[in-house]
């Protein structure tokens, strides 16, 4: 069932991003010290609100979990890509994962839109990509 197993690893994916953007400090949980002062807020106090450790071994545990599922044998193919430039594996979810994107206008009827292109690339490659004529890179 591939349909469903694209659906699922999109929606751990998701949930990944979600807890890397908690971690870097913009945490929404509820348990997070930013919400047990909800109150005092009310009541026109201003105290100091910390994303402190109340919140970050659920979020790790969190975190280790999501990718110890994306790991799994059946999420491979929508996780490893091959690298644009020197035909390598590369994971999509890796710190060398990039993504290098070049536009060009077009012209419609009059109306100008613009083609889009990207090649997913290891950070090392990244500067061996040669932008084709016509087109101007991000």
């Known amino acids: 069932m591939p349909k469903d197993d694209i659906d699922e690893y999109f929606l ?5 991003e979600e807890i890397i953007w908690a971690l870097e400090g913009s945490c929404n949980d509820i348990d997070c010290d930013k919400y047990t002062y909800k109150n005092l807020l009310r009541k026109k106090y201003k105290p100091v609100l910390e994303h402190n450790f109340s919140c970050m071994p659920k979020l790790r545990r969190e975190k280790e979990a999501a990718m110890h599922l994306l790991s799994l044998n059946k999420f491979r193919k929508f996780r490893y890509k091959k690298c644009g430039i020197c035909r390598g594996k590369l994971d999509s979810l890796g710190k060398d994962f990039s993504i290098v994107s070049y536009t ?24 061996k990509v040669k932008i084709p004529a016509g087109f101007s890179g991000f």
Do not use: D
């Open 12 to 16: 751990l994916i998701e949930k990944l």
């Open 104 to 127: 060009r206008p077009i012209s419609f009827k009059g109306k100008i839109s613009y083609e889009y292109k990207s090649v997913q690339v290891h950070q090392k490659c990244k500067k």
